[in-house]
């Protein structure tokens, strides 16, 4: 049994935030019916790499879900949305604030026929404030949220982050809200309304930059390779390359210092003293490591801080990271079977739960696969879904 193999899932969502938020959610059970618009469905799906023309993108955000088309905006497909709705336990849509009004999909719309409903919705910037009605993407919250301006170096051309961590980031913001409305579900009968903004979702995640900025008024700035806060903290050049070096704490600096560059010596060094002193030299601190770390290879100096317990690690590429031994042993790279795109991988479930582990159950969908099957479920004969087919209210 799955833990969430109860819950029933309307996604009436695309691209990232949305669909993530509902992968998860069907993978650790939930049955997810993904409702997708007529003309071409999903917008993901137009986005390549392609495999025998079916979207590998949307193939790895889609697993353990239903495909059904719905013309939302015609009356008959908007009333079998309704019919879904009523079984449902949780909707989670990312239109533009006020479409699903226009669409008589909204909130407030569904609570009318089913009290209990969790109703999601994520946008850019939420559905209240003065910018509620414009569009958002990860990219221009990078940007408006100061994420961009402490990204990169100093003095160089802003940069944004290798992923799309803001539309990820309210994905997972979701599930975790969608969850806790469940439990106050589970425990009073009353649904609710979770307004999630994909501008908002990562600016708790700025912790030592609010630490500074709210008591110093310090705003930050890039840090490049280096920690904002503990040195050395950062990438350091070896011989062959980078690795990432972690003394974080000052036992883990002691270690590093004795143990890995047997240099004992530093630990007195007046300027190296404390995490503190050592950040204020950090220029300085960076260019000894670098000469002292000169004369081995990346790989002797994990070997070194291993055997030390001192944090550290390679910086690979992504293919260096799935095919990394420890990944492939705790699951983190999947194999499933696609009917068109066949054999393919996917990234594995991060949590590892002891009695309900998440399962693929089911490759991402492919368009209106499932919709004579989950509407045949609702109740509507073969030649009642012709019909609608006929008149494009369902693909």
């Known amino acids: 049994m799955l833990p969430l193999e109860r819950l029933k899932v309307l996604d009436v969502s695309q691209i990232m935030a949305g669909p993530y938020c509902t992968m998860v959610l069907g993978d650790m059970g939930a049955e997810v019916i993904k409702v997708e618009k007529i003309n071409g469905g999903d917008d993901s799906r137009q986005m390549g790499p392609y495999v025998n023309d079916e979207s590998t993108c949307f193939s790895q955000i889609n697993r353990n879900k239903k495909s059904i088309s719905l013309n939302l905006k015609d009356e008959r497909a908007r009333e079998i949305f309704y019919r879904l709705a009523r079984e449902a336990d949780v909707i989670v849509e990312n239109y533009r604030p006020g479409v699903t009004t226009s669409l008589k999909i909204d909130y407030d719309s569904i609570r009318a026929i089913n009290p209990g409903i969790i109703y999601c919705s994520i946008s850019g910037y939420g559905q209240t404030g003065p910018y509620s009605h414009r569009g958002g993407f990860d990219l221009v919250a990078q940007g408006m949220t100061g994420l961009m301006s402490m990204t990169g170096e100093k003095g160089r051309r802003p940069l944004k982050t290798g992923v799309a961590v803001y539309d990820i980031g309210g994905g997972i913001t979701a599930v975790y809200s969608i969850l806790a409305a469940y439990i106050h579900r589970m425990a009073t009968g009353e649904g609710q309304h979770i307004d999630i903004a994909i501008t908002e979702c990562g600016l708790p995640w700025f912790t030592w930059e609010a630490a500074a900025y709210f008591s110093e008024g310090k705003v930050p700035e890039p840090t490049g390779w280096r920690h904002r806060v503990s040195a050395p903290y950062q990438a350091v050049k070896a011989r062959d390359g980078y690795l990432m070096l972690g003394c974080a704490n000052q036992r883990t600096w002691e270690r590093f210092c004795g143990d890995v560059l047997e240099r004992p010596e530093l630990m007195e060094e007046p300027r190296f003293l404390t995490n503190f002193d050592r950040g204020q030299h950090v220029e300085e601190l960076e260019a000894l490591l670098e000469t002292i770390m000169a004369d081995r290879d990346v790989d002797d100096w994990l070997a070194r801080c291993d055997r030390a317990g001192v944090p550290a690690g390679p910086i690979n590429d992504f293919a260096q990271a799935m095919s990394d031994e420890h990944y492939l042993a705790r699951g983190m790279v999947q194999e499933?079977?696609?009917?068109?795109?066949?054999?393919?991988?996917?990234?594995?479930?991060?949590?590892?739960?002891?009695?309900?582990?998440?399962?693929?159950?089911?490759?991402?969908?492919?368009?209106?696969?499932?919709?004579?099957?989950?509407?045949?479920?609702?109740?509507?004969?073969?030649?009642?879904?012709?019909?609608?087919?006929?008149?494009?209210?369902?693909?």
């Open 336 to 395: 499933m079977e696609h009917p068109v795109i066949g054999r393919m991988k996917t990234i594995g479930f991060p949590s590892k739960f002891s009695a309900t582990p998440s399962q693929i159950r089911s490759p991402a969908p492919l368009f209106g696969q499932h919709t004579d099957e989950v509407l045949g479920d609702l109740g509507l004969p073969p030649d009642e879904l012709a019909t609608l087919r006929d008149a494009g209210c369902i693909k």
